[in-house]
Every structure is written in C-alpha cells, then in structure tokens.
T-cell receptor
Framework: NAGVTQTPKFQVLKTGQSMTLQCAQD?????MYWYRQDPGMGLRLIYY???????DKGEVPNGYNVSRLNKREFSLRLESAAPSQTSVYFC????????????FGSGTRLTVV | KNEVEQSPQNLTAQEGEFITINCSYS?????LHWLQQHPGGGIVSLFM???GKKKHGRLIATINIQEKHSSLHITASHPRDSAVYIC??????????????FGQGTILTVHP
C-alpha cells in the first residue's frame, strides 16, 4: 500500500543507548518530517527536509540528528537516548502544489529507561 | 498563547448527535488540516482546506480565512467516531512552508 512506512513500531532503550528510526515514503513527495507527540504537548516538529539533500531544525531538535538518504527515506537518530526522549514519534511526508497531500506514518512508541 | 487553539478540549456525545469542533489560529497559513487519531493509533488526514467547505460522508469541514477560524462537524455521530481530532495549520511561505503547527486536540467520546 502506498504511504509512509516507519520502523520499528515499538522500542525500549536504556539511557545512553543509540538508535535510528527509519522512515520511507513511496508517494514521490518532496518534503519529509519527524514529529514527536507527548501528552499535554501535542505534536511538535523535530526536524524536516524540504527536499532531497536538505534538512532543517524544527521546534525541538536537541538530542536528535537526521539524514535524508534519498527522496524516499528520512531517518531520525538518537545518539545518546535520555528519558526525556520517551515519546511517540511520527514521520510524515508532503507534496507541494495543488495536491499538497500530507501523510503520516503509523508511529514509533519509544521508551527510554 | 498557542498559535492554534481548539475547543472544546473534551467532548462527550450520545450516538446520533451533531458535533462541532472549533479551531482558531493566529498565523498566516497556506492550508489547514483536520486530523483524526484513534487511541494508540496512527494519524489520518481527514481534510485539507484552503478556503470554503469540504464534505466527506458524515464529516464536514469549513474554513473562514478572514476570521482565521475553522470548524469540523460530524453529523449523526457514532461510537466509532470516538477519537482525538487535531487541527493543524500549514505555513504560508518562506521557512515555514509545509511545516504543520498543531492544536492540542479534542478528545471526542460518543456513547451508544
């Protein structure tokens, strides 16, 4: 099915461990995003990539890095996980122009202990 | 003050009732999205609006650009409509283009 695929769906890390969240879209969208969702805080933008080869910080980038590997893939890396990074992470992609569709992945529930 | 405000935060209804969720925003936008999220679930885009009104099944979304306000209506509500409904606005240019700013969400519970 066309859409945004995120892996893994669940992950438990120990403080200080690293991991990479993977995201791929097959809709030929130019822009991709990583958001985190926390109770009482809503969804907040971590990083985004307006097009292949570019990445920019969002509202809450500290503790994260990203890579836009190609047009399809946008990964989020936690170099040294902290309990404050316990959250649900969503990848999304969007198009420009008249369609301007916005599609979300199914989310990754990350717990840092 | 948040850039995107939703009301109410919580809404409880009986099956069959007409439901309205409101969204006000304070920034320039290129589009407004209504999103739905079921408990423990992913996020689904219901509507994207830049003007006027859209209808899909029992769902209707309207936007008034001059007043910076949008509403989501659900007619003949059903328990399966129980979810969190999120309003999100999309930046209108420059560095904000494409990025979404979200409201806090409205938790809707529809009882049979």
């Amino acid at each position: 099915n066309a859409g945004v695929t995120q892996t893994p769906k669940f992950q438990v890390l120990k403080t200080g461990q690293s991991m990479t969240l993977q995201c791929a879209q097959d809709m030929n969208h130019n822009s991709m995003y990583w958001y985190r969702q926390d109770p009482g805080m809503g969804l907040r933008l971590i990083y985004y990539s307006a097009s292949e080869g570019t990445t920019d910080k969002g509202e809450v980038p500290n503790g994260y890095n990203v890579s836009r590997l190609n047009k399809r893939e946008f990964s989020l890396r936690l170099e040294s996980a902290a309990p404050s990074q316990t959250s649900v992470y969503f990848c999304a992609s969007s198009s420009r122009g008249e369609g301007r569709g916005y599609t979300f992945g199914s989310g990754t529930r990350l717990t840092v202990v | 003050k948040n850039e995107v405000e939703q009301s109410p935060q919580n809404l409880t209804a009986q099956e069959g009732e007409f439901i309205t969720i409101n969204c006000s925003y304070s920034v320039g936008i290129s589009a407004l999205h209504w999103l739905q999220q079921h408990p423990g679930g992913g996020i689904v885009s219901l509507f994207m609006l830049s003007s006027g009104k859209k209808k899909h099944g029992r769902l209707i979304a309207t936007i008034n650009i001059q007043e910076k306000h949008s509403s989501l209506h659900i007619t003949a509500s059903h328990p399966r409509d129980s979810a969190v409904y999120i309003c999100a606005v999309r930046g209108d240019g420059g560095t904000s283009y494409g990025k979404l700013t979200f409201g806090q969400g409205t938790i809707l519970t529809v009882h049979p």
